[in-house]
C-alpha cells in the first residue's frame, strides 16, 4: 500500500502534543505513513522540527503546508482556539485532517468543520484516542456479550493537579473559556467519550460547572491573570437502559492523588479501571473485575487481541494515537470508519453544551440521539 504523506501543524521540535505523541506514534506505523512537512510560526524551529522528525519539507506558514503536493494527510496540533484556520485551510486543499480534540472552540465551529469534511468527501479523525485503549475496548466487550449482567451504574472520577490556580505559562490561555479549552472540553470530552464508547449514550442529565478561582498564576512569571472557565464539574445521568452515571472532574486537585478511576457496576459483576500509578498521561487503564459470587476485585490481563497490531512499544499516548492512526490509514485504503471522526467529535461537543445547559438552568436535560 502506498504510504500516507502526512504534514503536521505545530510540529514544535521543542516539546508539545506533535513531538511527544504524534511523531512517534507515526514513526511506529512507517509501513503507512512517513512524515514529509511539518510547520510552525517560525522558520527556524520549522527547519529544527524537519530534521528531528525527518521531513523533506519545512514551512513558517500552515496554508504552505497544506498546499504542497507531497502532502496527503494533515495533522492539527497546535492549540484548540486555532484549530478551526488550520482544518479549514487543510480541508479547502482537500486534504485528509487529523485533528486533536476538541474539534473546535465551540460547538458551532465543529458543526461547520464536519459540514465542510463532508462536503470536501475527505477522510477525517479527532484525537479521542484513549477509547482505544486496550481496556476500554475488553471492557466494551466483556458489557456487550453481558459478563457483568444487565449494566446498573458507571461512577468516574478525574482530579487533575493543573487548570487551577497555578499553571505553566504554556497552558495560560486554558484560563479564558471562550478558547474552548477547559476542563469540561478537554476532560470531560475525553473521559465521558471512554464511558459512552464501553458503554453506551448518556439520554439523560444534571449538572454542576462552576468556577472557584478567579485568577491564575503563571508559574515562571508569577503574573496574575483572570479566569472564567470552570475548575469543577459534575454530572449525573442515565444511558439507554436506565443505568446510572455520576461523573466528577476537578481541576487544581494538587493534593491527595490524581488517579482516574472508573468504577462499573452490573447485576451480576463489577469492572473498575484506573491508572496505576498515577500518571498523566497511561498507556492504559489497569483493570479489575468480579463476576458472579465473587465480592474481592481481581486484577484481569487483557487478551492480546485488544493491542493494535502497531505501536506497541509505545507508552503514552502516542499508543492510542497508533491505534487511531491505523485506523484511519485503513478508513482511507478501504472506506470504513475505523477512526473516531469529525461527526463524532460533534456529538461530543454536544453533549458537553447539554452538561453546561444543564448546570446554568438548574434543570434536567435531554440528550439528542
Known amino acids: 500500500m502506498k504510504r500516507i504523506r502526512v504534514g503536521i501543524i505545530g510540529a514544535n521540535p521543542e516539546r508539545g502534543w506533535a513531538k511527544v505523541a504524534h511523531v512517534p506514534a507515526l514513526k511506529a506505523l512507517a509501513q503507512q505513513y512517513e512524515i514529509t512537512a511539518v510547520s510552525t510560526t517560525r522558520r527556524a524551529s520549522a527547519e529544527e522540527a524537519a530534521r528531528q522528525f525527518g521531513a523533506a519539507h519545512a514551512f513558517d506558514r500552515a496554508e504552505a503546508l497544506v498546499a504542497h503536493p507531497e502532502v496527503d494527510l494533515v495533522t492539527v496540533s497546535v492549540k484548540t482556539p486555532d ?153 449525573s445521568g442515565t444511558f439507554d437502559g436506565n443505568a446510572v452515571l455520576a461523573a466528577h472532574f476537578e481541576a487544581g486537585k494538587e493534593r491527595g492523588g490524581t488517579d482516574l478511576l472508573i468504577r462499573i457496576t452490573g447485576t451480576e459483576g463489577a469492572l473498575e479501571l484506573r491508572s496505576e500509578p498515577a ?22 490481563t487483557v487478551p492480546s487481541q485488544y493491542y493494535g497490531p502497531h505501536g506497541t512499544e509505545l507508552r503514552g499516548s502516542s499508543y492510542a494515537l497508533a491505534q487511531v492512526y491505523a485506523a484511519l490509514a485503513h478508513d482511507i485504503a478501504e472506506g470504513t470508519s475505523l477512526a473516531p471522526s469529525f461527526r463524532d467529535a460533534v456529538s461530543r461537543h454536544r453533549l458537553l453544551d447539554v452538561i453546561a445547559t444543564a448546570s446554568s438552568t438548574g434543570q434536567r436535560q435531554r440528550v439528542a440521539a
Request: negative net charge; aromatic residues 8%; proline residues 5%.
Open 83 to 235: 484549530h478551526g484556520r488550520a482544518v479549514r485551510a487543510a480541508l479547502d486543499a482537500g486534504k485528509h485532517v487529523f485533528c486533536e480534540w476538541p474539534l473546535g472552540a465551540n460547538t458551532a465551529e465543529a458543526e461547520e468543520l464536519s459540514a465542510r469534511a463532508d462536503a470536501k468527501g475527505v477522510r477525517t479523525a479527532i484525537g479521542l484516542q484513549r477509547r482505544f485503549w486496550p481496556s476500554v475496548l475488553y471492557v466494551r466487550d466483556l458489557v456487550r456479550e453481558g459478563a457483568i449482567g444487565r449494566l446498573r451504574s458507571c461512577n468516574l472520577s478525574y482530579p487533575v493537579p493543573y487548570m487551577g490556580a497555578r499553571m505553566p505559562a504554556y497552558g495560560a490561555y486554558a484560563s479564558d473559556a471562550a478558547n474552548g479549552a477547559t476542563l469540561l472540553s478537554i476532560m470531560g470530552g475525553h473521559f465521558l467519550d471512554i464511558v459512552s464508547f464501553a458503554l453506551g449514550d448518556i439520554r439523560e442529565l444534571s449538572a454542576v460547572v462552576t468556577q472557584q478561582f478567579d485568577t491564575m498564576t503563571i508559574l515562571e512569571t508569577q503574573e496574575v491573570i483572570p479566569v472564567t472557565s470552570p475548575h469543577q464539574v459534575l454530572v
Open 279 to 300: 500518571e498523566l498521561d497511561p498507556s492504559d487503564l489497569a483493570l479489575f473485575g468480579a463476576r458472579g459470587d465473587a465480592t474481592a476485585l481481581e486484577k484481569y
